[in-house]
């Protein structure tokens, strides 16, 4: 049988081995254990939301109210109205029929993607996607193919390839996201959307890292471009700029009723806590108000500030990779921010390929000039040293 310590012992050696840090709150803007305070590049709470007053009073007030734990799946009694208005302002917000609320992104992904597809569909995503879209499609069934990141002709070839007669009963889909979680740049929704009606298959976009901090009121990149009619499934997670924790897939009433009925990790698990739906709620209300607003101008502003001082191209949301390559190289780089009070970890395989380990800045709207200066100050050496 395979020993764990040499499994541990071979992650080690191929500076894979990772481990976790406790810190003392959780505000976006710095990190402090063990008597250290660093400035904190590394969460994904974008607008600050994480301790904003109007969060917490909505799961104090909530607690209050409905008491702590939902007791059962939603499937029974689990459900309470926290649940009910999440969903109902997720599908307004979003513009869409319905909406359904998990525990979480990567729930989310698993049950949304095991409700839509079966064996004998297809399911196409970019490479890039994340664990959860991928681990969704392996466990529904579906045939799994893959196209390199944002390459349409690529996904024009697997479309054509598997469109024939026998295929009218089965589905198709195609996944991508709106921001990239570890290389921060979009994808060509239109493009895509375009191949989509030729093929007759479905879209399904998450918006995890572009929610709340794109578009009018936050909507998202799909809204930003206008093209939300041609998405059929928009997933987003509440745990990042919403500043609580949550994730809604959001389409077309029949979906929402299909997808209810057949979503194993929404169906089989206890409902999230009132207080979580709460939360998520008042994080969405603090997006699309003036408070959203005034965060999202702050935090575009640190983006532009950090990107001159580079001198590197701004993207599209607030999430900047310094591509390193090598394992040990980036932990090294990584410590070396953590000496000078940056916390900004090694991101690296199996989150992102062998061999294209990197550095994952996120900025926050709460971060400050001379947070953003440091930051600067301190990865320009780094980057030509590399
Ligand atoms: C974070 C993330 C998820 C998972 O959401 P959680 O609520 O954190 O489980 C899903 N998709 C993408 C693209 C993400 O970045």
Redesign the pocket.
């Given at each position: 049988m395979r020993d764990p310590g040499s499994e541990l012992n071979k992650l080690r050696e191929e500076n894979l081995y990772r481990e976790l840090k406790h810190g003392a709150s959780a505000t976006g803007r710095t990190f402090h254990s063990e008597n250290l305070s660093l400035v904190n590049f590394s969460s994904?709470d974008y607008l600050g939301f994480g301790a904003h007053e109007d969060i917490k009073e909505a799961v104090t007030e909530t607690t209050a109210t409905f008491g702590v734990g939902s007791g059962s799946s939603r499937m029974l009694s689990g459900g309470t109205t926290p649940h009910l208005l999440i969903e109902k302002e997720t599908a307004n917000f979003f513009g869409k029929d319905s909406s359904l609320f998990f525990a979480?992104?990567?729930?989310a992904?698993l049950g949304t993607l095991g409700a839509i597809l079966q064996k004998g569909d297809t399911v196409i995503l970019d490479k890039l996607c994340?664990a959860?879209?991928i681990d969704g499609s392996r466990l529904s069934g579906a045939t799994v193919r893959t196209f390199p990141h944002n390459n349409i002709d690529r996904l024009r070839k697997i479309l054509n390839s598997i469109n024939g007669p026998d295929q009218k009963e089965n589905r198709i889909l195609i996944v991508t996201?709106g921001i990239f979680?570890m290389d921060g740049d979009s994808s060509p929704i239109k493009e895509i959307i375009k191949l989509k009606e030729q093929h007759q298959a479905l879209l399904l976009l998450?918006e995890?890292?572009s929610f709340g901090i794109i578009g009018e009121n936050g909507k998202g990149i799909a809204h930003k471009e206008k093209l939300i009619h041609g998405v059929d499934f928009l997933?987003t997670?509440?745990?990042?700029s919403a500043g609580a924790?949550?994730?809604v897939t959001v389409s077309s009433d029949t979906w929402i009723k299909l997808i209810l009925n057949r979503a194993r990790s929404f169906i089989y698990s206890t409902a999230p806590m009132p207080s979580q739906a709460a939360a998520a709620l008042a994080g969405l209300k603090l997006i699309r108000g003036s408070v959203g607003e005034e965060r999202r101008i702050s935090l575009h502003r640190n983006i532009d500030q950090l990107c001159n001082e580079l001198q590197t191209p701004k993207p599209q949301g607030a999430i900047i990779p310094l591509i390193i390559g090598d394992e040990l190289e980036t932990l090294k780089v990584s410590a070396k921010l953590r000496k000078r009070g940056i916390l900004a970890p090694a991101i690296r395989y199996p989150t992102v390929a062998k061999g294209a380990a990197r550095i994952r800045i996120t900025i926050s709207a709460n971060h400050s000039e001379n947070d953003i200066a440091l930051l600067a100050q301190t990865i320009k050496p780094s980057l030509i040293s590399t």
């Open positions: 994904n979480n992104g990567y729930g992904a994340h959860s879209l996201e979680s998450d995890a890292h997933m997670t509440f745990g990042k924790a949550g994730s």
